[in-house]
């Protein structure tokens, strides 16, 4: 017989993985579902890159944040699922049937929507042959600096992560050269004066026509570079190439016809600042979550995941109070303070 949980959680990011962490300090009984096989959604993209702007925490790397966010989701034991894409939700009576790609089922009284922007995919360089390189030196992510350490690297892409990954790539490289398509660049003003200043190289109007083979034809040795406005054209000898030209996000989730919510942009679902959406019992946080006033950064996300869940608390249980309890008041931590105490104590001793 299939277990009803009270809230199923679709996406694995941090979004996500908060509101877990915040359902199980609620006291519901809780899943998570994510489509990939890993947990930790975008953040999973930049595992070296130092996150700075959560509140009263030092700054973190992207792997280790991701690792604290999955320890933290599962401090109250809920169901999680990976490598299972929800496509299709459908009401009957009070209860939600969330139907996977897979052919599974999964029931629910409540469903919380923190998919993000969807399953992310890096738009590929649309050269003949490029995919071949894509297991040496072309990258779509930049999963190691250690790897580029005295290189002569190229970065196709003007967005915030080229940039951002020029500055990093610039302390430790040989040479780093940015080349872009259009007239200027859409990444941060002030990123790009770092990367200026520490002297990457930026070419604007230019894009990568070419790559060439090295002898034994596993990696890329040269790499073609051609200006749209002089129509000049140059080949350079090069190391590693690392594209940035964004994801292409897929979210293929639908709903049966007594489910209907209206959305953003065709994509991003309309609701509250309280997580609530149109369809009573769906619940949305994170970035697929559009309201008035919406924070585009994680602390946002963490308020997003904690509003939809005080939400869903209340829509079960309506008598509940509106917000939980602080956790240094908290009953469902006083067994976990003492614990964490006394092992401390042991620790000084």
Same mark, same amino acid.
């Given at each position: 017989? !299939?277990q009803?949980?009270?809230?199923t959680?679709?996406?694995?990011?941090?979004?996500?993985?908060y509101?877990?962490?915040?359902?199980?300090?609620?006291?519901?009984?809780?899943?998570?579902?994510e489509?990939?096989q890993?947990?930790?959604?975008?953040?999973?993209?930049?595992?070296e890159?130092?996150?700075?702007?959560?509140?009263?925490?030092?700054?973190?790397?992207?792997?280790?944040?991701v690792?604290?966010?999955?320890?933290?989701?599962?401090?109250?034991?809920?169901?999680?699922?990976?490598?299972?894409k929800?496509?299709?939700?459908?009401?009957?009576?009070?209860?939600?049937?969330?139907?996977?790609?897979?052919?599974?089922?999964?029931?629910s009284k409540?469903?919380?929507?923190?998919?993000?922007?969807?399953i992310?995919?890096p738009?590929?360089?649309?050269?003949?042959?490029?995919?071949?390189?894509?297991m040496?030196?072309?990258?779509?992510?930049?999963?190691?600096y250690?790897?580029?350490?005295?290189?002569?690297?190229?970065?196709?892409?003007?967005?915030?992560?080229a940039?951002?990954?020029?500055?990093?790539?610039?302390?430790i490289a040989?040479?780093?050269?940015v080349?872009?398509r259009?007239?200027?660049?859409?990444?941060?003003?002030?990123?790009?004066?770092?990367?200026?200043?520490?002297?990457?190289?930026?070419?604007?109007?230019?894009?990568?026509?070419?790559?060439?083979?090295?002898?034994?034809?596993?990696?890329i040795?040269?790499?073609t570079?051609?200006?749209?406005?002089?129509?000049?054209?140059?080949?350079r000898?090069i190391?590693e190439?690392?594209?940035?030209h964004?994801?292409?996000?897929?979210?293929?989730?639908?709903?049966?016809?007594?489910?209907t919510?209206?959305?953003k942009?065709?994509?991003?679902?309309?609701?509250?600042?309280?997580?609530?959406?149109a369809?009573p019992?769906?619940?949305?946080?994170?970035?697929?979550?559009?309201?008035?006033?919406?924070?585009?950064?994680?602390?946002g996300?963490?308020?997003d995941?904690?509003?939809?869940v005080?939400?869903?608390k209340?829509?079960?249980e309506?008598?509940a109070?509106?917000h939980?309890?602080?956790?240094?008041?908290?009953?469902?931590?006083?067994?976990?303070?003492?614990?964490i105490?006394e092992?401390?104590?042991? !620790?000084?001793?």
């Amino acid at each position: 017989m !299939q277990q009803i949980y009270d809230v199923t959680i679709i996406g694995g990011g941090p979004a996500g993985l908060y509101s877990a962490f915040y359902s199980g300090l609620r006291g519901l009984k809780t899943k998570l579902i994510e489509s990939q096989q890993q947990l930790g959604g975008k953040v999973l993209l930049y595992p070296e890159k130092l996150i700075w702007d959560i509140g009263g925490h030092p700054p973190v790397s992207g792997d280790q944040f991701v690792q604290q966010l999955i320890a933290q989701a599962k401090t109250f034991d809920p169901t999680i699922l990976t490598g299972t894409k929800i496509d299709f939700i459908e009401r009957q009576d009070d209860i939600f049937i969330l139907h996977s790609a897979q052919g599974d089922q999964h029931y629910s009284k409540t469903v919380l929507i923190a998919v993000g922007g969807g399953i992310i995919n890096p738009q590929k360089l649309t050269l003949d042959g490029a995919e071949k390189y894509e297991m040496t030196n072309l990258h779509y992510t930049v999963q190691s600096y250690q790897r580029f350490v005295d290189k002569d690297v190229i970065i196709s892409g003007g967005g915030n992560a080229a940039i951002d990954w020029a500055v990093e790539l610039s302390r430790i490289a040989k040479n780093v050269t940015v080349v872009y398509r259009k007239d200027t660049l859409s990444a941060h003003e002030a990123t790009i004066q770092e990367a200026l200043a520490a002297g990457v190289q930026i070419e604007c109007n230019t894009t990568i026509t070419k790559l060439t083979a090295n002898a034994d034809k596993t990696a890329i040795q040269l790499v073609t570079c051609e200006n749209s406005k002089t129509k000049q054209s140059y080949t350079r000898q090069i190391d590693e190439v690392i594209v940035s030209h964004g994801y292409n996000c897929e979210a293929s989730l639908e709903f049966d016809q007594a489910i209907t919510i209206p959305k953003k942009d065709d994509y991003y679902f309309e609701g509250k600042a309280t997580g609530e959406t149109a369809q009573p019992g769906i619940f949305a946080a994170g970035d697929i979550l559009a309201f008035e006033g919406k924070i585009h950064l994680l602390l946002g996300t963490f308020q997003d995941a904690a509003n939809a869940v005080n939400s869903i608390k209340t829509f079960l249980e309506p008598t509940a109070y509106r917000h939980g309890i602080v956790s240094s008041h908290n009953e469902a931590f006083k067994e976990k303070n003492r614990s964490i105490i006394e092992k401390h104590l042991i !620790q000084v001793k």
